[in-house]
């Protein structure tokens, strides 16, 4: 069965630290993408990676980063943590399909809360 | 105008009933259709996708596609109490990138 894994359900964060949030999916995917999810604002696609090594910026990249140096593990550098970016983060991988026809597989979500 | 247009809902329907959920989407271009359940403070589950005009069906859900009035609508039958949730649409842009909705959430009242 195909799994995402954040490695964490909730974190607790001061304003100023650098916050690493991490996925590893066991599908052997190339793509995985990084999503927050708030309120009344739905999801938004932060960064994404075709493949390793490799990222691109999604709608909302400012204040964030990633890292992708093994196929498995994508993560989701906060560095430096603002009040603004307390969210639900969402991890998200998939193959490349025919059509778009492998939809994404999501993790379970880290709801990220700074202070 | 938003690429992907959802009601956000609540929608509210008895136990048993057909629940009828839209979505309305903005790019001609757009080739695939996803239909995702998420459950309060869970994350998206994938239902069922569509990339033919008409219906397809699986168990109780059918997706239905209208590529010529840009449409795709999920029905639920026989609703069940289990199925109160928020239902995201998504739909593939020219990047074969899903563009999310806001979701439309259901209330499935016994």
């Known amino acids: 069965d195909v799994k995402v894994t954040q490695s964490s359900r909730y974190l607790v964060k001061r304003t100023g630290e650098k916050v690493f949030l991490e996925c590893v999916q066991d599908m052997d995917h190339e793509n995985m993408f990084w999503y927050r999810q708030d309120p009344g604002l739905g999801l938004r696609l932060i960064y994404f990676?075709?493949?390793?090594?490799?990222?691109e910026k999604g709608d909302i990249p400012e204040g964030y980063s990633v890292s992708r140096e093994k196929k498995e593990r994508f993560s989701l550098i906060l560095e430096s943590a603002s009040t603004n970016q307390t969210s639900m983060y969402l991890c998200?991988?998939?193959?490349?399909?025919?059509?778009?026809?492998?939809?994404?597989?999501f993790g379970s979500g880290t709801r990220l809360t700074v202070v | 105008q938003k690429e992907v247009e959802q009601n956000s809902g609540p929608l509210s329907v008895p136990e048993g009933a057909i629940a009828s959920l839209n979505c309305t989407y903005s790019d001609r271009g757009s080739q695939s259709f996803f239909w995702y359940r998420q459950y309060s403070g869970k994350s998206p589950e994938l239902i069922m996708f569509i990339y033919s005009n008409g219906d397809k069906e699986d168990g109780r859900f059918t997706a239905q596609l209208n590529k010529a009035s840009q449409y795709v609508s999920l029905l639920i039958r026989d609703s069940q109490p289990s199925d109160s949730a928020t239902y995201l649409c998504?739909?593939?842009?020219?990047?074969?990138?899903?563009?999310f909705g806001g979701g439309t959430r259901l209330m499935v009242k016994p």
């Open positions: 990676s075709y493949d390793v090594k490799m990222k």
């Open positions: 998200a991988s998939r193959l490349p399909g025919v059509l778009g026809g492998y939809g994404y597989t």
């Open positions: 998504a739909v593939t842009n020219a990047g074969n990138m899903l563009t």
